[in-house]
């Protein structure tokens, strides 16, 4: 046999045995660990929403290079909850039993949260919320990554009545997290002797401003405290503007605006007032820079991190602890072995406390500048211990005001009207 032949045989053996080891590879190896990401892509909370998918995706992106979990890579399926409660409760049933995905990364408004809990109890699943929230709630079924009302809400108003004022008047969309936060900001306001000139309502999505920006203007307060969600917030700051409403005469501390919102705000129209939070893309540490540079790298240089973000991506590497260290892709193996984990996020070092599976988190207070990030004005000397049920009022009589909401509103979790409520007529209306 002359040289070539030799050579062609070597060759074509070679050939055979690497088509056949990468046929057994693809069929041998492990199936995919299934999660399910569930958040708004359209309506008015996309916004919002978009860049927690993109945290979320770029963290199991991360994981599946680095070898994924347990040998096995993580396979995301992405649902679009169209900022429609109903579409989140239909979505989650689907990810749950039909695309037999392990866990679910999702939802933002406490609507939708609300309106999905009873689903993962009914399977006993595992949902990981990355949003600040009202509180007033527990479930072995849902590991909370974003702030409880002691982590934002209640330190942020203590900050805004020792340094901005002792009169607030307070707006917010019309469901259950701006109803429930001013609930307890009039408990904390009546307890530290201040004052609550106005407490005014928008429906989810509504632009219609003008009535709540005139009785501000009408009442004088010291401090706005702003809880509306979403692009209303467009119309809001815009309106309050319009009225000569400036940071240096009547400041607003925002607690769902961050620098992803920012974006899509009118410089002018923002610079000046506060949010409240436990990340802003400014912490000035190299975990973070790090962070930062990966997530403009993936996404875009124009892009920006904030706090809802980078918690749906630390949500991601506590869920992946506890997938590793339970050895199985299991539900209930998961939710036993999230609790306590901890890691190292951007804003500093999380940890999932055992007793209410929310999350141990430092809580800062930042001024938004003219490059539409903000400037850190406080911050807690280290992480809070959370929550969720302030201790103004007991647990039972908070259940019973949540209650009271869901039955006023025709048993959904927000203010399905189309005209503005405002908070007094709402008090009647659940009334009846």
């Known amino acids: 046999m002359n040289k070539k032949k030799i050579i062609f045989l070597i060759a074509f053996g070679l050939g055979i045995t690497i088509s056949l080891l990468t046929y057994l590879k693809a069929h041998l190896a492990q199936p995919p660990i299934k999660v399910g990401i569930l958040h708004s892509l359209t ?27 347990l040998g096995r890579q993580i396979e995301p399926i992405t649902v679009d909850g169209k900022s429609d409660w109903n579409t989140f409760a239909q979505a989650a049933e689907h990810l749950i039993t039909q695309e037999k995905v392990v866990t679910v990364f999702g939802c933002w408004t406490s609507a939708s949260r609300k309106t999905v809990k009873p689903i993962f109890e009914k399977y006993n699943h595992l949902l990981i919320y990355p949003v600040q929230y009202e509180g007033l709630e527990t479930s072995p079924n849902i590991v909370y990554t974003g702030a409880a009302p002691n982590q934002q809400i209640i330190p942020a108003v203590k900050w805004s009545f020792d ?44 632009n219609q401003v003008e ?27 815009k309106a309050i503007r319009k009225a000569g409403i400036t940071p240096e005469k009547i ?48 996404y875009g240089r124009d892009r920006v991190t904030s706090d809802p973000i980078e918690a749906g991506y630390f949500g991601v590497y506590l869920w992946a602890q506890a997938v590793k260290e339970g050895g199985i892709d299991d539900v209930n193996t998961i939710r036993e072995n999230i609790k306590e984990q901890s890691f190292k996020a951007p804003g500093g070092v999380v940890y999932i406390d055992p007793d209410n599976q929310h999350t141990w988190k430092t809580v800062r207070v930042g001024k938004i500048k003219s490059d539409g990030q903000f400037k850190i004005v406080w911050t807690s000397v280290k992480p809070i211990r959370p929550i969720p049920y302030p201790i103004s009022r007991s647990k039972g009589e908070w259940e019973k005001f949540t209650n009271n909401l869901y039955q006023g509103w025709n048993k959904n979790w927000a203010n399905m009207n189309y005209e503005p409520v405002n908070s007094e007529n709402s008090r009647k209306k659940i009334e009846k």
């Open 43 to 69: 309506g008015t909370m996309a916004i919002s929403e978009k860049s927690v998918v993109d945290a979320t995706l770029m963290a199991i992106e991360e994981i599946n290079k680095s070898g994924g979990i």
């Open 251 to 298: 400041p607003i501390i925002s607690f769902s605006l961050a620098e992803e919102e920012l974006q899509n705000l009118p410089n002018q129209d923002v610079v000046g007032d506060y949010a409240a939070w436990n990340y802003f893309q400014n912490i000035d540490t190299p975990t973070n820079k790090k962070f930062i540079q990966k997530f403009k790298n993936k």
């Open 163 to 206: 340094n901005l004022g002792k009169r607030f008047f307070l707006v917010g969309s019309d469901y259950i997290f701006p109803r429930t936060a001013n609930a307890i900001i009039k408990d904390q306001v009546q307890a530290l002797q201040g004052e609550i000139l106005g407490e005014e309502y928008i429906i989810l999505g509504s």
């Open 211 to 237: 009535k709540i920006v005139k009785k501000i203007v009408e009442t004088q307060p010291e401090v706005i405290l702003n809880t509306i969600n979403g692009d209303s917030n467009i119309a809001f700051f």
